[in-house]
């Protein structure tokens, strides 16, 4: 014979309804009128706690947001700051800011791992809201020398191959593609 739950035996109401009684740690909530439904006071910390995690993931989003707007603001910087004193055609302003993202990226990634115990949380920022908005250079830089260090060969090869060839690729389709709906003069030749 298969075991029996405990249950509560149901209990006339004022209104002479059948209620089931009340819980110690429980709410009632009146559903409709004459209908009440019993819940947790668990529920009700729950439903505290998520708003506490929205208002977490709120507060993340805009610390990032703010990062990021940091990053794209020192990038235009030291881009024009750069290309100011370049006389050539080439782009050293895009490049400095490329070497110097890939520079700190390294630097801030070891110092997270080894020297400074920061939360995840502030690394996520720093890296992709402030980093990821001065170079994304500086990422495709970092995950293609973990693939080395892994020693993941053909995917390092495979993510420069894809990333450069297939980016520059892009260029042209997109290009073409942007040409054919505005009718400009080409670009680029």
């Given amino acids: ?20 009684p009340r819980r110690s740690g429980h709410q009632a909530n009146q559903v409709a009128p004459g209908l ?25 989003m805009a610390l990032m947001a703010v990062a990021g707007a940091c ?10 700051l750069v290309q100011r004193f370049n ?14 993202g890939c520079f700190s990226a390294g630097l801030l990634w070891s110092l997270f791992e ?15 809201g402030f980093m990821g908005a001065f170079t994304t250079f500086s990422a495709f ?8 260090r892994a020693q993941e060969w053909l995917m390092a090869i495979g993510n420069v191959t894809l990333q450069n060839g297939v980016g520059f690729a892009a260029l042209f389709v997109g290009a073409a593609l942007g040409r054919s709906f505005a009718g400009l003069p080409g670009f680029p030749a």
């Fill in 1 to 20: 014979m298969p075991a029996q739950l405990p249950c509560r035996t149901p209990q006339s109401n004022d209104e002479g309804r059948s209620v089931l």
């Fill in 71 to 80: 990053g794209t603001l020192a990038r235009y910087g030291v881009s024009e």
């Fill in 36 to 60: 009440t439904f019993f819940y947790a006071k668990t529920v009700v910390r729950t439903a505290s706690a998520q708003r506490k995690a929205d208002n977490t993931v709120a507060t993340k």
């Fill in 114 to 128: 080894s020297r400074w115990s920061i939360a995840p949380e502030t690394r996520m920022i720093i890296m992709v």
């Fill in 141 to 148: 830089i970092l995950q293609t020398s973990e693939l080395v």
């Fill in 87 to 100: 006389t050539t055609a080439f782009p050293l302003g895009t490049a400095v800011v490329n070497i110097i």
